[in-house]
């Protein structure tokens, strides 16, 4: 045992975006940018700490951040790479005392990578954890909210180091707020939000899911037999269905792609017929009218043969895939967490149940 | 001016061999030549002109039209060699600084195209307004700083798809810098969203620019010696021709020149326009999809020589399915290559007195082919036979990937290796195995038409959705008309619309393609 900290590599940045690409459950959008960014950071930098909340002091300043608007824009508009800074100043500024360390705001897609770009060029260490465990659409789809801590100040900036901080009067106004002015930035902006200090932390935190990511990306590049039975042992997996993607809709409302895929039994699951339907991420999958897994379990469409996530942008006719299904972190099977990413909460007019009340895993 | 079409050669310069037809203006074949492909391109061309010249005994004034299709820009790009030295432009700070250009190329191909890069401010929102203020005078310190070595330039902005000028006004200042004759590559011409993919493109496209001109050269030299004055084209990624000037400034273009050939080609021999079609070669087979009579295209980026691209490219599963595919193992743990014989199948394989076993033995033994020994794969039997079923699930799984939709579709088989696939392949309404599938390829590039393409990003603003549609397709009709094809016949292939997600302003992606038979006057 060493006191010094693990450190993200460039062989862990890698591995780290292979596994947000698993718990985004489709959402989040393509980490390709946030890894190209987060690689080029530590490239230049070395690699960034990870550290353990409790490793810091109670009264420790945390900052979670990430990306908030449109995917499909910030592949274009590409981040500068000194929001870290800009959002660390400007809490420092505010909040007059120091940051200590920053956060992922949710555990999936490009926000998985992004922050240990920010915390490269910041010079901070990261902690290993978020608010989500996965990816959500929405601001106060994080676990804080479940404790009435809240999101604010909140401090969005552009690639322009533009800075806007917002002090709503709750969290669900925070998303309306910010969504309008992401949109007025040109789409997409980045963000931090939900300033803790490292006690206030400790309750909502979910703990371990950065290195988890990891380990999930470790996994799948390194299976040599089953890469299904191998993330099997890591995270357990509950395959719903083996199958072929055979038709895909995608359209474009309220600022979400929603849409469906429709995915066709092939080998053992030959004659099955299984839809899922995204709001960004894969909210339920139904089979003959009956819902097999919902939000918040994390439905994810992976790779036949190579066990890797598929996001939502990505689906297309004639992908083998099986749709794997993982358990949703318990804070938000709690009654309070269905409340808000229950899928009555989607629209949708059904109870959870709990993936592992309905399924087996691998083995 | 296009002259009245009379007597078409078309050529396809592949890796292993050069293919040559001709065409009469009714597509009848009239002679067909296969030859080994040289290293010099315009005593290749010569050899295949001469040959299929003297198979018609007609005067060369009959030929009018000459279609080339080649895997040149390919090569030197997987080759690493008559590359052109470029400098690079991005023009996006205080965005993008995060990922300079560069940064997800292999080394070594970076360090041939590179002759330095920059990132100055500018670019666009995906509304079309303006970043920050286009910094003019970095790019002219930085062009003033590479001149020396720079042999091209490209220039890629954030949103130039949406909106050109900064791109525009950035080449104003190469030339006044660098002067009128240095090639630049502009983004907006060549791929679609999506900033990291389409620099690449652009870059590669500048590279290659002395390979364009070596090609034209070569086929131009080559017509001359002939004696030939007809018009000539390049066939480019989705099958559709290329006039000479075009290929100069957009030889990137012809990188997925090949498989659209033979997918084209396949098209017309067996007379269909929605099929799988499956062309197998000596190492490996591609299998596309056949839309409306062209290859469906890819909505993925695309890996070339190590770079990420996302111009557009024909949708392509490709596996290691081809004649001079070896087979190792046991007849319990068979294993279906990648590795292959190659050019040297008739050395290596059983059939031909070798010691390699290979799916052209697979397919001797399993009596889908009669070549060479047939008493030679004695021994190999089962293992030949394991191979074969193998190679089939390979071909079966490939199929269905490619198809767009759930109906069973006609399979049309091309290319050289095709007598080592099955009778029958599920999911499959009949398989087609055309007449003169070996110069599939060729033939596609001979009745190759021409096409013009539209692909931006509009702002609705008060116009509606269809209004906007019109707008674009009349302007594909136009750049299709104006490239020669017949206006009574040019149609719209393609519409492809995508709406931006997050935007309180709606604002579309439309992607329009027409394409229509060479005009006849």
Known sequence: MTNDPPKLDEQDLVDLSVGCTVLAGGGGGDPRIGLLMALNAVRRTGPVPLIDLDSLAADDLVVPAGMIGAPTVMVEKIPNGNEGDVIRAAFEARLNRPVAALMPLEMGGINGVLPVAWAAHAGLPLVDGDLMGRAFPELQMCTPHLYDIPSWPCVVVDERSQVITFEPRDNVWLERLARNAVSTLGGCACAGLYPMDARTAATPLLRGTVSRAVQIGRTIRTATDDPFRALDAQVDLYPLLTGKVVDVDRRTAGGFVRGSAVVEGIEHDAGRLVRIEFQNENLVAMEDGEALATVPDIITLLDRHSARGIVTEHIRYGQRVVVGVFRAPDQWRSERGLSVVGPRAFGYDLDYVPVEDRHARVG | ?521
């Open chain 2, 1 to 521: 001016m296009p002259g009245s079409v009379d007597l078409r050669i078309g050529i396809d310069v592949g890796g292993t061999n050069t293919d040559a037809v001709v065409l009469d203006s009714a597509n009848r074949l009239l002679a067909k030549h296969k030859t080994p492909t040289t290293p010099d391109l315009t005593s290749g061309i010569t050899s295949a002109l001469e040959a299929v010249l003297g198979q018609i005994d007609q005067p060369v004034e009959r030929i009018t039209h000459v279609m080339l299709g080649t895997t040149h820009a390919t090569n030197a790009i997987l080759e690493r060699r008559d590359l052109l030295k470029v400098a690079v432009v991005r023009i996006g700070a205080p965005a993008t600084v995060s990922i300079p250009p560069f940064s997800d190329w292999p080394d070594d191909l970076r360090q041939v195209v590179s002759a330095g890069e920059v990132v100055v401010p500018g670019g666009s929102e995906v509304t079309g307004v303006p970043l920050v203020p286009f910094g003019r005078d970095e790019v002219a310190r930085f062009l003033e700083k590479v001149g020396d070595s720079a042999e091209a330039v490209a220039i890629s902005g954030v949103f130039s798809p949406v909106s050109g000028d900064h791109e525009q006004e950035a080449e104003q200042v190469v030339r006044e810098v660098l002067g009128p004759d240095i090639p630049v590559s502009l983004s907006q011409g060549i791929g679609a969203l999506g900033l990291l993919e389409r620099e690449n493109a652009c870059i590669l496209n500048a590279a290659l620019v002395g390979v364009a001109h070596k090609v034209v050269h070569g086929l131009t030299a080559a017509l001359a010696q002939n004696g030939i004055d007809a018009v000539a084209f390049l066939t480019q990624n989705d099958g559709t021709l290329m006039g000479l000037d075009y290929v100069l400034r957009f030889p990137v273009l012809t990188i997925g020149s090949g498989p659209a050939n033979s997918m084209r080609g396949a098209c017309y021999l067996a007379d269909v326009s929605d099929a799988v079609v499956v062309d197998v070669g000596g190492t490996s087979s591609d299998v596309g999809m056949l839309l409306n009579g062209f290859p469906r295209e890819s909505s993925t980026p695309t890996d070339i020589g190590g770079v990420r691209t996302n111009f557009r490219m024909p949708d392509l599963v490709a596996i290691a399915v081809g004649g001079g595919t070896r087979v190792t193992g046991s007849a319990e743990d068979v294993r279906v290559g990648p590795e292959s014989v190659g050019y040297r199948l008739r050395e290596e394989a059983l059939v031909f007195g070798g010691a390699t076993p290979t799916l052209s033995d697979a397919a001797v033994a399993g009596g889908r082919a009669s070549m060479g020994d047939a008493g030679a794969v004695a021994g190999h039997e089962e293992l030949l036979a394991a191979a074969l079923r193998r190679a089939d699930e390979l071909v079966f799984v490939a199929t269905d990937q490619i198809k767009t939709a759930r109906g069973p579709v006609p399979l049309v088989v091309v290319g050289g290796g095709s007598v080592i696939l099955p009778p029958e392949v599920p999911g499959v309404a009949q398989i087609v195995r055309p007449e003169n599938y070996d110069v599939a390829n060729a033939i596609g590039a001979a009745i190759a038409s021409v096409s013009g393409q539209v692909d931006k990003v509009f702002k609705l603003a008060g116009r509606d959705r269809q209004e906007v549609l019109d707008l674009a397709c009349a302007a594909a009709k136009d750049e299709a008309i104006s490239a020669g094809a017949d206006p009574a016949a040019v149609e719209i292939v393609e519409v492809e619309e995508v709406p931006m997600a997050y935007l309180t302003e709606p604002v579309v992606r439309i992607r329009v393609k027409a394409a229509g038979p060479l005009g006849r006057m």
